[in-house]
């Protein structure tokens, strides 16, 4: 079993950042790759980002690209979600997800462990 804690959520007015961390405990965190992904009211959960048990891959959704950055530190057994120039439209609870493939999964159904999430609300 892998339990994942997000933290760093909050509301911040467009334009700003916000970091998000999620702590794993449990299994080696090296042995999965780790993905971040979000869900708005009324919509479907959906990925954000994604990095490599490494840490030398990443992969983001085409709207976030440029804005976001995915980074881990597999001493500290974190996973981290570096957000800068927020839109109203990024306001959703954000999701951290283990992945024992060990490889960037876009799709939910290859996460084995999921957070209880983190809520970013982004004000216009």
């Known amino acids: 079993q892998v339990q994942l804690v997000e933290s760093g959520g909050g509301l911040v007015q467009a334009g700003g950042s916000l970091n998000l961390s999620c702590a794993a405990s449990?299994?080696?965190?090296?042995?999965?790759?780790m993905g971040w992904f979000r869900q708005a009211p009324g919509k479907e959960r959906e990925f954000v980002a994604a990095i490599s048990w490494s840490g030398r891959s990443t992969r983001y959704k085409d709207s976030v690209k440029g804005r976001f950055t995915i980074s881990r530190d597999n001493a500290k057994s974190t996973v981290y979600l570096q957000m800068n120039s927020l839109k109203p439209e990024d306001t959703a609870v954000y999701y951290c997800a283990a992945d024992a493939t060990r490889t960037i999964q876009i799709e939910r159904l290859f996460y084995d462990y999921w957070g209880q999430g983190t809520q970013v609300t982004v004000s216009s």
């Open positions: 449990g299994r080696t965190f090296s042995n999965y790759a």
